[in-house]
């Protein structure tokens, strides 16, 4: 079997639905005389006929490294520390038809390669699910010039970079809001270091149920925020929905069961007609 011309069978169940347009164009080669080729043809039928769109129902639920979600109008770029150039960091969730992930769209889902750049236009969102190659989880992300964004760190460290401040965060939930005068970070969880981009010098922890402004010059003092002005400020979260692709697999055996009995189906009526021809007593001949 050719390795090259199979290899796009080979990958995590999860991302079977979203690559199936790929693997159809790669085939290129004639199937009639391969079995093995055509086995796995058809794995991928089922697969594919088994795939749904669901929405994604818990953005609050992070896995161990983490997520971070934007609103419209907003980009930044992704950089993990253990991760190599071409290195898979995470998978990015898009709604709308402005979020792009190095500057072309994503519908649904995509990979997100190390050093990636996610932005959003108008009346859409984006949401980056970050996964560490080990045990030490260092995301970075750098660019972020305008716009909100959630972040859920989960054991991750991520460092955030805006316009005005460096942000540190680990096992702590936050929410960033960027314009050109200013960075309003609030923290729903957890604990922060914020650092003067400017002058590293000057730095501060901000604990939860509290924000802090940041402008080029100066990092303001933690003021305590309410849980109404938490609603307010992560509201926007809930005016974008995400989707994810999944396999169904009791739809997935359905399909498999109809083939498999068709399939018994033309095989007894083949056996029959070549059975009926040659069938009964034999013929005496004068």
């Known amino acids: 079997m050719d390795t090259t011309k199979t290899k796009l069978f080979f990958c995590e169940i999860r991302d079977i639905c979203s690559r199936c347009d790929q693997w159809f164009m790669s085939f290129s080669f004639n199937l009639s005389g391969n079995k093995g080729l055509l086995l796995l043809l058809f794995i ?45 960091i995470g998978s990015m969730y898009a709604s709308g038809k402005s979020a792009l992930l190095n500057g072309a769209q994503v519908k649904i889902s995509a990979k997100v390669k190390n050093h990636s750049f996610v932005s959003t236009g108008p009346q859409s969102s984006a949401r980056v699910e970050f996964k560490a190659s080990d045990s030490s ?80 010059e100066v990092i303001n003092r ?16 809930g005016d974008f929905q995400l989707y994810k692709t999944v396999i169904d697999w009791s739809k997935v055996i359905a399909v498999a069961v109809t083939v498999a009995i068709v399939a018994a189906a033309i095989v007894l009526s083949r056996g029959h007609g070549g059975g009926g021809h040659g069938g009964g007593f034999p013929r005496h001949h004068r």
Request: net charge negative.
């Open 44 to 88: 991928a039928i089922l697969l594919l006929a088994g795939c749904k769109t669901v929405p994604i129902q818990d953005r609050n639920f992070a896995e161990r490294d983490g997520f971070l979600e934007q609103s419209e109008n907003t980009g930044f770029r992704v950089h993990h520390n253990a991760g190599t150039d071409n290195a898979i």
């Open 222 to 237: 933690p003021y305590p925020v309410t849980p109404d002005e938490v609603w307010q400020r992560i509201r926007w979260r």
């Open 137 to 216: 989880c260092l995301i970075r992300v750098d660019r972020f010039n305008v716009g909100n964004a959630y972040a859920d760190t989960s054991d991750c460290q991520q460092n955030i970079e805006t316009l005005h401040a460096r942000i540190q965060a680990q096992d702590a939930i936050l929410h960033i809001s960027v314009s050109q005068h200013q960075t309003e970070v609030t923290v729903l969880s957890g604990v922060i270091k914020v650092i003067l981009l400017e002058d590293a010098t000057q730095s501060i922890d901000v604990r939860a149920d509290h924000g802090i402004i940041i402008t080029h």
